[in-house]
């Protein structure tokens, strides 16, 4: 079964860091586009960023309110995706999913279950 | 503040059709596919529509999407019990170069 596990969340303080993982099983992760969506609590979905597969030139995309701050990487070797934050702030409190598009043309077909990352002192 | 503008709520009785209007501009719904996603509460959401009006496997024929210039709209007939939800609508951002949401429509169902 095609399956995203997300991990690493929990408690952070402000301005610190935080690395959160998505292991990815049962489907060609090397040839995917991996991305992370946020979802603060009560809130609305945000797209956090992406990284191209390394057949596609392994960039990657940030959204502006993470951008230079964020790092979003890839081990095709263990077929892991990678979500890093510095300097974290009280607003980046939210439900982090890795997502992507398996099937269906650009939509975010695969999410994973989310795991929770709160920023406070 | 999204770039994508949805309506915060809509309503309607079991049975009846409910709309949920997605309006954006030419840097993205003008010039890029339309996604909807379904997001039960407490729940990683689900792709419902790709493509602007295309269903997935599995998705039940009462979701259609549609898309005309820079707006695209989901509706939902024969609304049921099962349809309370969180609506989003997405697609790709060609300035921002970015993926944008919705800010999301709360469906009811009365």
């Known amino acids: 079964e095609v399956q995203l596990v997300e991990s690493g969340g929990g408690l952070v303080e402000p301005g610190g860091s935080l690395r959160l993982s998505c292991a990815a099983s049962d489907f060609t992760f090397s040839k995917a586009w991996m991305n992370w969506v946020r979802q603060a609590p009560g809130k609305g979905l945000e797209w956090v960023g992406r990284v191209k597969s390394k057949s596609d030139g392994g960039a990657t995309d940030y959204a502006a309110p993470v951008k230079g701050r964020s790092t979003i990487s890839r081990d095709d070797s263990t077929t892991t995706l990678f979500l890093q934050v510095d300097s974290l702030r009280i607003e980046d409190t939210a439900v982090y999913y890795c997502a992507m598009d398996l099937y269906y043309g650009g939509a975010f077909d695969i999410w994973g279950q989310g795991t929770l990352v709160t920023v406070s002192s | 503040q999204s770039v994508l503008t949805q309506p915060p709520s809509a309503s309607g009785t079991p049975g009846q059709r409910v709309t949920i209007s997605c309006s954006g501009s030419s840097s993205n719904i003008g010039s890029n596919s339309v996604f909807w996603y379904q997001q039960l509460p407490g729940t990683a959401p689900k792709v419902l529509i790709y493509?602007?009006?295309q269903r997935p496997s599995g998705v039940p024929d009462r979701f259609s999407g549609s898309k005309s210039g820079t707006s695209a709209s989901l509706a939902i007939s024969g609304l049921g019990s099962e349809d309370e939800a969180d609506y989003y609508c997405?697609?790709?951002?060609?300035?921002?170069?970015?993926?944008?949401f919705g800010a999301g429509t709360k469906v009811t169902v009365l």
């Open positions: 997405a697609t790709w951002d060609d300035n921002l170069s970015g993926y944008v």
């Open positions: 493509k602007n009006n």
